[in-house]
Each structure stands twice: as structure tokens, then as C-alpha cells.
């Protein structure tokens, strides 16, 4: 159908996992002024005893940026002051709307890929599943904010 793919995109999401290292790739980034934001990318999270390693890798502007989460197991205080936020964070998240995002995956169907032409079509020789009716499902709450605050947020 003309024009549909523009509206319902049907991009694609690679997973990998091994131990406990995982990877993400992406060209759909999120969506903004009525239009999908494109773009290339790769998220990788390698778990490690002390804590992780987060690299987001943009293969368009090709940068990799990198983020160290460490576990102060060793210093529970450090730890503590690390989990309290700033007076100006509290501030800022009762004065703006409150937006939670997850996956539906009720009813997430796999299908292993085929190959060939309508009507002898045969499994690919490697394996790879098609993943199907995952929903993306974003939920804004707003009755906490004042007349003010709403304003403002809708601005934004």
C-alpha cells in the first residue's frame, strides 16, 4: 500500500547474546515531530564482575560512545551517595510528565525464515527467526503536574 510505509515502519531489530555480553542493532531511533528518526546503531552491554560496559556505536557518524557502570560493593557509602539525586533532579521530575515505555510481547510470534519461491519454499540453512506482533507501547501521565507545568510540557 502507497505511503503506509512511511506511517507503520517495519524496520528490524537484531539481537545477539553470548554469556553475558549482549548486543542490539537498530535503524529505527525513535520518533519525533511526526516523523521516524533513522539511523544506524548498536548497543552493546558487556556484563563484568565489577559492574558493565555500555557502548553505544552510531556507524553513520562512526563514533563509539562508552560508559563504565561500576559496583562499589566494597563501599556500600559510595554506593548510597551514587543512589541519591539531586535537589534539582527531584525538582525537575515532579514538574515534568511522567513516560514509562516497554515492549509488549503477549503475543510475540517466531517463525524461522524461509527461502525460495511462493509455493516451494524450504527453512534457510542458517538459522534465523522472524519475531512478530511486538508492540512498542509508550504511556505519559500527567495528573500531577500543575495547569503550568502541563503548558510547558506540551511546549517541549
Not at 553475558?20 to 546503531?41: A, C, I, K, N, P
Request: hydrophobic residues 35%.
Amino acid at each position: 500500500v502507497p505511503l503506509v510505509s512511511k506511517v507503520c515502519p517495519s524496520d528490524v531489530y537484531r539481537v545477539w547474546k553470548r554469556g553475558e555480553s549482549l548486543r542490539v542493532d537498530t535503524t529505527l531511533l525513535g520518533f519525533e515531530h511526526m516523523t521516524w528518526q533513522r539511523g544506524r546503531r548498536s548497543y552493546i552491554f558487556k556484563g563484568e564482575e565489577e559492574g558493565a560496559v555500555v557502548m553505544e556505536v552510531d556507524h553513520d557518524k562512526q563514533v563509539v560512545y562508552t560508559e563504565t557502570l561500576a559496583l562499589a560493593l566494597h563501599e556500600p557509602d559510595l554506593l548510597l551517595a551514587a543512589m541519591q539525586p539531586s535537589e534539582e533532579h527531584v525538582a525537575g521530575r515532579l514538574t515534568s510528565p511522567i513516560v514509562s515505555t516497554h515492549l509488549d510481547t503477549r503475543n510475540i510470534a517466531f517463525e524461522r525464515n524461509k527461502s525460495g519461491i511462493w509455493g516451494w519454499r524450504s527453512e534457510k540453512m542458517e538459522v534465523v527467526y522472524s519475531a512478530s506482533n511486538v508492540e512498542l507501547v509508550t504511556k505519559t501521565r500527567t495528573e500531577h503536574l500543575s495547569d503550568q507545568d502541563k503548558s510547558r510540557s506540551k511546549g517541549d
